[in-house]
Nanobody, 119 residues
């Protein structure tokens, strides 16, 4: 079992910054890829960014490239999303996801944290 808890969401002005954190607990040794997803009202959940277990490879949605940075500190069992140059269209609930090394690809989700970008 893996538990994921997000934090760091809130209200930011356009052009501002926020840093999200995702703290993992439980069987953290079994976690492979981790990622951030978001879901805006009336829209499907979409991948924002993902990072491999060692942090050596990252992937970003085109809409956030050059503005967001994903990272993870395995010693602290924590993943981060640094969000800069925020836009109103970044407003969404942001979810942390962890995919296990298990061949089934079983994954876990956090409860989500709200990010609102508005003046």
């Amino acid at each position: 079992q893996v538990q994921l808890v997000e934090s760091g969401g809130g209200l930011a002005q356009p052009g501002g910054s926020l840093r999200l954190s995702c703290a993992a607990s439980g069987s953290t040794f079994s976690i492979n890829v981790m990622g951030w997803y978001r879901q805006a009202p009336g829209k499907q959940r979409e991948l924002v960014a993902a990072i491999t277990s060692g942090g050596g490879s990252t992937n970003y949605a085109d809409s956030v490239k050059d503005r967001f940075t994903i990272s993870r500190d395995n010693a602290k069992n924590t993943m981060y999303l640094q969000m800069n140059s925020l836009k109103p269209e970044d407003t969404a609930v942001y979810y942390c996801n962890a995919v296990l090394f298990d061949p089934s690809g079983y994954d876990y989700w956090g409860q989500g944290t709200q990010v609102t970008v508005s003046s």
